[in-house]
C-alpha cells in the first residue's frame, strides 16, 4: 500500500489507541510486520504551549520505518502550527483525529463532533497540508447511532487533499459496543480514489482476509486486537517472529519502554499492558495482582520472569477465550 509517495512494507498497520499506543507497543508491532504506526492521539495545543507530557508520546524507534503522529483539536492554524513544529519533523505521515468518541473530546468540538462540522474538517486538512507531509484522517461512518455520514465526509477530505482515510466501523454514539459495518466501509472504498483503511473488529488474520475481502480496502488498521497480541501483525504477513513466547514479547516490551522512560511510568503503563498480555490465559488474575505490586523496572521483570502464564508460544495459539 502507498500513501502519496511513501510505500508501506505491508497493509496491516497499527492503530492510534489512547494509554496504549506508545512507543514499546509500536515497536513490537513495526517489527513484526505492521506496515504503518500511529501514535497516541497527541493535542495540538498541548503541543503548542509545551505541556510537560505531551513529548513523552513522540518517542520512536529505528522499527518504525515509516512513522505517523496522530493529532487532535479544532483550531486548523494551530494544527498546521503543529504539524509544522521542530518537535514533529522526524515523522512521516500527519493524521488527524475526527473519531474519538470521549465527551471531553467531542465537546471541544474536536474528534467525532468534526462529523458534524466537514467544512471545519475540511479547512483543517487544508492547513496541515502545508507541512508537506501527506495529511491522513481517521474518523467514524457517522455520529449519530442510527445515522451515516462516512461516505460524503470522506469525500469532503479527499477534496481538502487528506492522502488517505481511515475508516472506523462504528457511529460516535456506538462508541465500542455492536459489530462495525463493514458494508458502509465498502461504500465509502467506492466514493473515492485515494487509500482507505477498513477498522473494526479485526482480531485474527482470519479478520484481516475477511475485511480486505468484503470492504475492498487498500489496507486494515488493527487496534484492539494487537493489544496483547503484537504478533498478529507477523501471523498475517508472514513476518518472521523472533519471540518464541508471550513471555519473551512483554519483556522486549517492557526493555523498550524503559529505554525512553522513568521506572515509575514503565511500571504503571506495564500494569495495564500485562494485562492484555494475559486475557484469557490461566492464572492470568494473579498475574496482574504480582504486577501491581512491582515498585520498579527490576522488579516487573522478575515477576514476569518468573510467571508461567505468559510462557505460552507467541504464534500458532487460537484466538484466547475473552480476547474479543
Known amino acids: 500500500m502507498k500513501i502519496d509517495e511513501l510505500e508501506l512494507k505491508s497493509d496491516a498497520v497499527f492503530a492510534p489507541i489512547a494509554g496504549f499506543s506508545e512507543v514499546g507497543l509500536r515497536a513490537l508491532c513495526a517489527e513484526l510486520g505492521a506496515g504503518l504506526t500511529y501514535t497516541e492521539m497527541v493535542s495540538a495545543k498541548g503541543l503548542m504551549y509545551g505541556n510537560e507530557h505531551t513529548e513523552d508520546l513522540l518517542h520512536t524507534t529505528e522499527y518504525e520505518k515509516v512513522r505517523a503522529v496522530q493529532l487532535f483539536g479544532s483550531d486548523p492554524e494551530i494544527l498546521a502550527r503543529a504539524a509544522e513544529s521542530r518537535e514533529l519533523g522526524k515523522f512521516d505521515i500527519v493524521d488527524i483525529n475526527m473519531g474519538c468518541p470521549v465527551k ?5 468540538n474536536e474528534g467525532s463532533a468534526l462529523l458534524k462540522n466537514p467544512s471545519l474538517a475540511s479547512d483543517i486538512v487544508r492547513a496541515v497540508r502545508r507541512s508537506g507531509k501527506p495529511v491522513t484522517v481517521k474518523f467514524r461512518i457517522g455520529f449519530e447511532k442510527n445515522s ?8 469532503y477530505m479527499q477534496d481538502a487533499g487528506a492522502a488517505a482515510v481511515t475508516v472506523h466501523g462504528r457511529t460516535r454514539e ?32 482470519e479478520d484481516y482476509i475477511k475485511i480486505k475481502a468484503h470492504t475492498g480496502a487498500a489496507g486494515v488498521m488493527i487496534a484492539r486486537g494487537a493489544l496483547g497480541h503484537p504478533q498478529i501483525f507477523s501471523e498475517i504477513t508472514g513476518t518472521p517472529c523472533p519471540y518464541a513466547t508471550v513471555q ?11 529505554s525512553f522512560h522513568s521506572d515509575i511510568y514503565v511500571v504503571n503503563n506495564m500494569k495495564k499492558q ?7 490465559l490461566r492464572g492470568g488474575k494473579q498475574l496482574k495482582l504480582d504486577v501491581f505490586k512491582a515498585r520498579n523496572v527490576a522488579e516487573l521483570k522478575e515477576i514476569v520472569k518468573e510467571s508461567a502464564v505468559l ?14
Open 174 to 205: 456506538q462508541f465500542y459496543e455492536g459489530t462495525a459495518d463493514w458494508d458502509y466501509i465498502a461504500e465509502v472504498v467506492q466514493a473515492v480514489d485515494i487509500p482507505v483503511i477498513a477498522n473494526g473488529d479485526v482480531f485474527s488474520k
Open 248 to 258: 519473551d514479547i512483554a519483556l522486549k516490551h517492557i526493555d523498550v519502554l524503559a
Open 274 to 280: 500485562i494485562a492484555c498480555y494475559c486475557k484469557g
Open 148 to 155: 451515516r455520514t462516512g461516505v460524503d465526509f470522506a469525500r
Open 104 to 108: 471531553k473530546i467531542v465537546s471541544n
Open 311 to 324: 510462557s505460552v508460544p507467541a504464534l500458532g495459539q487460537k484466538t484466547r477465550e475473552g480476547q474479543r
